[in-house]
């Protein structure tokens, strides 16, 4: 399958360290998304995008979003950037749910666990929902890729 991302690397560099949950919560969102998404680049300009599957490359730069795109043997496919103004607030929601679901988990009731869960995946949603139309003509991807993609990108903003 081309529509994909066969590679993905974080540009964390003068990010502060992260903590043991932040680090495990990139970890599994990187696995689960080079095991499954749905990655493609629009035509532009009248001129169709190199095929996949592309190898991206995640940064902040001057407080932007940067994708750059590149295709499996490293030819540039594309580089766009993203304001961080939309996804300030529910980042900054992901961030307190998450942080009372790890509270949660090490000493609530499962019951307990689970509405703070289901919190943090409609907000998780929310994330994504945003991530997707900031992409609108820029990339298409799924809703499971944009929801590990945004998990990605509060990685890069507990830094940034």
Same mark, same amino acid.
């Given at each position: 399958?081309?529509? *994909?991302?066969?590679?993905?690397? /974080? ?13 495990? +919560?990139?970890?599994?969102? /990187? ?5 499954? $998404?749905?990655?493609?680049? #629009?035509?532009? @300009? ?9 190898? &991206?490359?995640?940064?902040?730069? $001057?407080?932007? &979003? ?7 043997? +490293? *030819? ?7 304001? =961080?103004? #939309? ?5 900054? @929601?992901? %961030? ?5 679901? %790890? ?9 307990? /666990?689970?509405?703070? @869960? ?6 998780? $949603? +929310? ?14 991807? @799924? ?8 998990? =990605?990108?509060?990685?890069?903003? %507990?830094?940034?």
């Amino acid at each position: 399958m081309t529509g *994909r991302i066969c590679h993905i690397d /974080i540009d964390d560099a003068g990010l502060p360290t992260p903590t043991h949950e932040i680090e495990q +919560e990139r970890k599994v969102a /990187i696995f689960d998304l080079l095991e499954e $998404n749905s990655f493609a680049l #629009p035509p532009r @300009d009248g001129r169709a995008a190199p095929d996949g599957p592309y190898r &991206l490359h995640l940064a902040i730069r $001057n407080k932007r &979003l940067v994708f750059e795109v590149a295709t499996e043997d +490293e *030819r540039p496919a594309g580089e766009f950037h993203l304001s =961080l103004g #939309p996804f300030r607030q529910v980042v900054k @929601d992901y %961030f307190q749910i998450c942080e009372s679901y %790890f509270d949660a988990v090490k000493k609530l009731p499962p019951s307990q /666990i689970e509405t703070i @869960d289901m919190a943090r995946r409609g907000i998780h $949603n +929310e994330g994504a929902r945003v991530l997707q139309e900031r992409l609108e003509g820029k990339a298409e991807v @799924d809703t499971d890729t944009a929801r590990r993609l945004f998990t =990605l990108i509060c990685v890069l903003h %507990f830094g940034g």
